[in-house]
């Protein structure tokens, strides 16, 4: 083979070279893509989740406060009724 022609064929096979190195970067950048949108629609759907949540938990902290409150009320009854009962035995 002559120069000229080892000097074509390693320019073709760095072209070559070359070109798949960028079909390579260009699936990959599209793979990364593809990935960053499935991540990016999970990231959404963890937010919604999270803000549900948080939803609920102020909802059953509301409900808990209701709770004791009710306690507290059904309790001064009870002690107010024992305080009669002790009353009516005394007598």
């Known amino acids: 083979m002559s ?3 080892t000097a074509r064929l390693d320019q073709t096979d760095s072209l070559a070279s070359l070109e798949e190195r960028v079909i390579r970067a ?8 593809e ?6 629609k999970q990231l959404e759907g ?4 999270i803000a ?4 609920q938990n102020a909802d059953l902290s509301e409900a808990v406060e209701g709770l004791q409150t009710e306690r507290k009320q ?12 002790d009353l009516l035995s005394a007598t």
């Open 3 to 5: 120069p000229t022609n």
């Open 52 to 55: 549900e949540l948080r939803t």
């Open 46 to 49: 963890a937010e919604k989740e």
């Open 26 to 33: 260009v699936q990959l950048v599209s793979e990364l893509r």
């Open 74 to 85: 059904v309790r001064g009854r009870i002690e107010k009724l024992l305080g009669q009962m």
């Open 35 to 40: 990935e960053r949108d499935g991540l990016r």
